[in-house]
């Protein structure tokens, strides 16, 4: 392992892979650091990814396993609202095989990635970041590096270390892939009983010629427990045949990290906290993240200049292309939160007459979330239902957590 680079990046996934692709493109010198023995393994993510996405990157079609057209969204009282686009809206992918197609790019990019390397310190002085890192054996090495960018996901103790703070509000999310699909379309699933101030999901896709249907759900709380219980209420069949899930979870940032840039570091995707709001999905926005961070990175080596006041461009470009939508849907999410089982009935009998889902083709995106929501809160009747709960007593400003 090479002790001395001119970056180096913690975490393989779409944006630190991303990122390296395109610094080492210029010549740079990167080297990405990934925990595990097999880049993409575990996987943490659903694994639908929005049309945008492929177009943006080029990415290659073999990574598709099915497409999302049509999408049914269910009340608490079982309100169905069906929407299908005369277009792709996304596709269903293999998330583990995305990650490493981005990695295999950065290697002939010139990056140099390192497995089974599991950074355990970082240190920072006003010539150098020093990363310490765990090899399986327990062996420990350090790579020093002129600048450090974080794209290892919402476990924030370097964010901290490093004076970028931490990440305020955490979704908890868990899912399981099962055998067997009797799915039209994908699903969404509403109410406080199936996940508290979030959803849940089922998605149908192929493997192999089989059928399976990806199920998930995030939540505040006990994603896990939630999970189950959706599974068991809505698609039994599916179960084991002991009747338990084998659910994978982790974490969700749903909102920003204060600052993204100090001095000799960047953070990315979700280790910036660079996700929607309203759904948890981080894939394009911290792949746009990351172009951002490679071109400031490449202008701040070029120059000599790796001071938090060179690296702040960062955040202004950025939040440039996707801060307006950070900001509309972390309010949307806040309102939201606030309604009850019955105002959500409400909202979905509204959307189901035929005006409304005509009104509605022009502004849905699966990537894009802004141009709905200000629909939604712009239509009268609409707007009402989120607005009503504004100043209950027990409930959290709806303007908090904002990200600026």
Not at 110 to 118: D, F, I, M, P, S
């Amino acid at each position: 392992m090479k002790s001395a680079h001119d970056i180096v990046i913690i975490g393989a996934g779409p944006a630190g892979s991303t990122a390296a692709r395109l610094l080492a493109s210029q010549g740079f010198d990167v080297a990405v650091l990934e925990e595990h023995a097999v880049i993409g393994e575990p996987v943490d993510c659903t694994g639908v990814l929005g049309t945008d996405a492929f177009i943006k990157f080029e990415l290659p079609r073999h990574l598709i396993l099915g497409t999302i057209q049509t999408i049914t969204v269910n009340s608490p009282a079982g309100v169905q609202v069906t929407h299908t686009s005369e277009q792709p809206l996304a596709h269903v992918i293999d998330r583990a095989e995305l990650d490493r197609t981005l990695a295999r790019q950065a290697e002939t990019a010139g990056a140099t990635v390192y497995l089974n390397a599991q950074a355990v310190d970082v240190v920072r002085d006003s010539s150098a970041v020093v990363i310490t890192c765990r090899r399986p054996d327990g062996e420990l090495r350090r790579l020093y590096c002129k600048l450090l960018i974080l794209a290892g996901g919402p476990r924030f103790i370097f964010q901290e270390r490093l004076g970028l703070g931490t990440c305020p509000l955490l979704w908890r999310s868990a899912h399981a892939e099962l055998p067997g699909n009797s799915l039209a379309n994908p699903q969404v699933f509403l109410g406080r009983d199936v996940a508290p101030g979030a959803f849940g999901w089922a998605v149908p896709l192929r493997r192999a010629g089989r059928p399976f249907v990806r199920l998930g759900v995030n939540s505040h709380s006990n994603a896990s427990e939630y999970l189950q219980k959706l599974c068991a209420d809505r698609f039994p069949y599916l179960l084991p045949t002991d009747g338990r899930l084998l659910a994978r979870t982790w974490m969700l940032p749903i909102v920003a990290l204060p600052r993204t840039a100090a001095d000799r570091v960047l953070a990315v995707g979700d280790a910036a906290g660079q996700v929607k709001p309203t759904s948890g999905g981080g894939i394009l926005f911290g792949m746009l993240s990351a172009q951002a961070a490679a071109e400031t990175a490449a202008k701040a080596l070029s120059t000599g200049s790796v001071r938090r006041e060179s690296l702040s461009e960062y955040e202004t470009r950025w939040r440039g292309r996707i801060g307006l939508d950070l900001r509309i849907g972390t309010l949307f999410r806040r309102l939201f939160s606030r309604m009850t089982d019955a105002d959500v009935d409400e909202l979905l009998r509204s959307l189901s007459t035929e005006q409304m889902r005509r009104s509605l083709r022009g502004v849905i995106s699966f990537d894009w979330h802004r141009e709905i929501i200000l629909f939604l809160l712009r239509h009268p009747s609409l707007a009402r239902l989120f607005l009503r709960r504004w100043w209950d007593a027990d409930a959290e400003p709806p303007f908090s957590e904002l990200p600026m």
